[in-house]
């Protein structure tokens, strides 16, 4: 049975999280995997989570599954955080939610829906993406290409990107990172987003947004900007949205796939092929997270506490980036790391090459991605000259 089984290499990225944890050097500094930590280097519990959890212990009356959308009051409530309360397609019925092991299970279940219900359609990824991407939509069966998005001078490219979709087949779908680009952490601006919207209108392509930074860009409604301009605009459109970091939920595995069409109707025939997908991939979603999220949109105060933790999460994130910047400064390399200022969300391209990000590694146990790509949010206030000095040797010789 098992003899021929070759083995494949492990994820470089969770593969750092062991690296990092075998070093015993006490000044090692984590800036590998995307998740959030405090100042403390700590990825705590939101205090809205955890009284959500507090009250659910009490309330709950049942572990039978839920329905195959998953937690409806879930639903109802991420589709207006993503939408906006006031959204045309919600009012028209237009717009539906199926909830989804994260955003990870809601991209496969945007794959294997494109697969069997649009099938001929490549899928269209930014140059670089999230690494997953790459190798979940092939395993969903599309076929994949690619835009240009950052390129080798490490700036945004959106001619280029800009060029590059007006030469997509009519049909095809193109991932858009909706905030937060992940790895690179250069995003579109609004006259960019604009320019984009009218080649996949003009083109006919389908958007499938991957929200899964919500609030850690410009704020909760301004990160969904993009996402509400082209569903008013534009008849149809997928979304995949993460609340593994927005609710530190991450383990709990608790996303969904939004759908949007041009009729009611419509919603009804893709929903009935989400849930036969969802089927075959989980049968039913995880209840847990989602009863969380539900518990606290749907209590205003609640609510309110989460949006000031979602704030506070995305200031220290803005202050350490503005702070890495100015630590650089003495060395003469505030111009040429800039962009970190610039970037926004947890990640930065830093411009680093692999041998320096090994060097880092090696002779001052600082872990980044071998891309250059830096976790910015486990940076250490206390300790950024420590990292600017560093980082200057390593990019002077
Ligand atoms: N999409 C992007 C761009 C991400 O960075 C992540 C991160 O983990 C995900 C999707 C998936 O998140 P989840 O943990 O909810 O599956
Ligand atoms: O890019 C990151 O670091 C996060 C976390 O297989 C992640 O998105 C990384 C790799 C992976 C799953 C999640």
Not at 72 to 95: H, K, M, N, T, W
Not at 211 to 235: C, H, K, M, N, S
Not at 325 to 344: K, M, N
């Given at each position: 049975h098992f003899g021929q089984i070759p083995r494949v290499p492990g994820d470089p990225i969770l593969g750092l999280m062991d690296l990092y944890r075998a070093d015993p050097n006490p000044a090692k500094l984590d800036l590998g995997v995307g998740v959030y930590k405090d100042a403390q280097g700590l990825t705590p519990i939101p205090r809205a989570v955890k009284l959500a959890e507090q009250r659910l212990v009490d309330s709950e009356q049942t572990k039978s599954y839920i329905g195959g959308h998953g937690d409806a009051q879930f639903g109802a409530l991420l589709l207006r955080q993503v939408?906006?309360?006031?959204?045309i397609a919600l009012g028209e019925q237009r717009a539906g939610c199926t909830q989804a092991p994260g955003g990870t299970g809601a991209l496969r279940l945007a794959g294997e829906f494109i697969a069997k219900c649009l099938p001929g359609r490549s899928i269209w990824l930014s140059?670089?993406?999230?690494?997953i991407h790459e190798t979940l939509f092939a395993a969903a069966g599309l076929r994949v290409q690619h835009y240009p998005y950052v390129g080798a001078d490490n700036r945004l490219d959106v001619d280029g990107m800009l060029a590059a979709l007006q030469q997509v087949p009519p049909g095809d779908v193109v991932l858009l990172h909706a905030c937060c680009h992940n790895p690179t952490g250069f995003d579109l601006n609004h006259d960019d987003w604009l320019r984009v919207l009218d080649v996949v209108r003009a083109r006919e392509l389908l958007p499938l947004f991957?929200?899964?930074?919500?609030?850690?860009?410009?704020?909760l409604e301004e990160d969904a900007w993009a996402v509400r301009l082209f569903a008013e605009t534009l008849p149809e459109m997928l979304i995949t949205s993460s609340c593994s970091k927005n609710f530190g939920l991450y383990r709990e595995r608790t996303g969904a796939l939004i759908a949007v069409t041009s009729e009611a109707q419509r919603l009804l025939d893709v929903r009935s092929q989400l849930a036969s997908l969802a089927r075959n991939l989980w049968s039913t979603p995880p209840a847990h997270g989602a009863a969380v999220v539900a518990t606290i949109l749907g209590d205003e105060p609640l609510r309110q506490i989460w949006q000031d933790e979602v704030e506070r999460m995305r200031q220290r994130i803005a202050s350490l980036r503005q702070g890495l910047v100015e630590a650089l400064t003495p060395y003469g390399l505030a111009e040429r790391f800039a962009h970190i200022a610039q970037q926004r969300g947890?990640?930065?391209?830093?411009?680093?090459t692999a041998e320096q990000v090994r060097r880092l590694r090696a002779e001052d146990s600082v872990y980044l991605v071998?891309?250059?790509?830096?976790?910015?949010?486990?940076?250490d206030a206390e300790r950024l000259d420590a990292l600017a000095k560093a980082i200057a040797r390593v990019v002077s010789n």
């Amino acid at each position: 049975h098992f003899g021929q089984i070759p083995r494949v290499p492990g994820d470089p990225i969770l593969g750092l999280m062991d690296l990092y944890r075998a070093d015993p050097n006490p000044a090692k500094l984590d800036l590998g995997v995307g998740v959030y930590k405090d100042a403390q280097g700590l990825t705590p519990i939101p205090r809205a989570v955890k009284l959500a959890e507090q009250r659910l212990v009490d309330s709950e009356q049942t572990k039978s599954y839920i329905g195959g959308h998953g937690d409806a009051q879930f639903g109802a409530l991420l589709l207006r955080q993503v939408l906006g309360s006031r959204a045309i397609a919600l009012g028209e019925q237009r717009a539906g939610c199926t909830q989804a092991p994260g955003g990870t299970g809601a991209l496969r279940l945007a794959g294997e829906f494109i697969a069997k219900c649009l099938p001929g359609r490549s899928i269209w990824l930014s140059d670089p993406t999230w690494p997953i991407h790459e190798t979940l939509f092939a395993a969903a069966g599309l076929r994949v290409q690619h835009y240009p998005y950052v390129g080798a001078d490490n700036r945004l490219d959106v001619d280029g990107m800009l060029a590059a979709l007006q030469q997509v087949p009519p049909g095809d779908v193109v991932l858009l990172h909706a905030c937060c680009h992940n790895p690179t952490g250069f995003d579109l601006n609004h006259d960019d987003w604009l320019r984009v919207l009218d080649v996949v209108r003009a083109r006919e392509l389908l958007p499938l947004f991957d929200f899964a930074y919500q609030g850690f860009g410009d704020g909760l409604e301004e990160d969904a900007w993009a996402v509400r301009l082209f569903a008013e605009t534009l008849p149809e459109m997928l979304i995949t949205s993460s609340c593994s970091k927005n609710f530190g939920l991450y383990r709990e595995r608790t996303g969904a796939l939004i759908a949007v069409t041009s009729e009611a109707q419509r919603l009804l025939d893709v929903r009935s092929q989400l849930a036969s997908l969802a089927r075959n991939l989980w049968s039913t979603p995880p209840a847990h997270g989602a009863a969380v999220v539900a518990t606290i949109l749907g209590d205003e105060p609640l609510r309110q506490i989460w949006q000031d933790e979602v704030e506070r999460m995305r200031q220290r994130i803005a202050s350490l980036r503005q702070g890495l910047v100015e630590a650089l400064t003495p060395y003469g390399l505030a111009e040429r790391f800039a962009h970190i200022a610039q970037q926004r969300g947890m990640f930065s391209y830093t411009g680093l090459t692999a041998e320096q990000v090994r060097r880092l590694r090696a002779e001052d146990s600082v872990y980044l991605v071998e891309s250059g790509r830096a976790n910015v949010a486990g940076l250490d206030a206390e300790r950024l000259d420590a990292l600017a000095k560093a980082i200057a040797r390593v990019v002077s010789n």
